[in-house]
């Protein structure tokens, strides 16, 4: 199972963002939700999958990843998601699972997710969401020496631990 971190403040966003996940990977995910804001209904619809925590005023980006975080169990894979993304193909759980449980791909610290639509570096970036990849070969991965857009990202877990947390 996966647990995903996600700052929101957005109730239509991380409900479509929510729903897209029960659809990639129907029961085998739970959420840590940043809450900025969001109203009571949609936080009792999802608290059977989502755990919400309060943001500090004033919201920090970096803060509230760290809280997220902070909250996973030690052996978990650290996953940030923006609330205003979906998955569009494939399970996301088994994708992170595939990337950092191959002993050939230990070396991997950090993925960058692939983005339908709006995203900094063009390397993320994919033209049609059927362009997504599945992630089953290295074909489908690609070193960058580039900043990669935290909209989507999976950060193994000895990545972590060893780094600390966001500045």
């Given at each position: ?116 639509g709006g ?6 970036r994919v ?12 074909a489908d ?27």
């Open positions: 199972m996966i647990s995903v971190i996600i700052p929101s403040k957005t109730d239509a966003y991380l409900e479509r963002l929510l729903l897209s996940l029960e659809r990639s990977s129907p029961g085998q995910w739970c959420a840590i939700v940043i809450d900025g804001g969001l109203s009571e209904d949609l936080r009792v619809r999802w608290a059977h999958r989502a755990s919400f925590v309060e943001a500090p005023v004033p919201f920090v980006f970096a803060r509230a990843l760290n809280m997220g975080a902070e909250r996973l169990l030690e052996h978990e894979h650290v996953v940030f998601l923006n609330d205003d993304t979906q998955v569009l193909k494939g399970d996301l759980n088994e994708a992170v699972a595939r990337i950092f449980d191959k002993p050939h791909w230990s070396y991997i610290g950090l993925v960058g997710f692939k983005i339908y995203c900094g570096l063009d390397e993320q033209s049609s969401p059927s362009r997504h990849p599945n992630f089953e070969g290295l991965m690609q070193e960058t020496d580039k900043t990669v857009c935290f909209v989507a990202v999976a950060i193994r877990r000895a990545a972590w631990d060893s780094i600390g947390s966001l500045d």
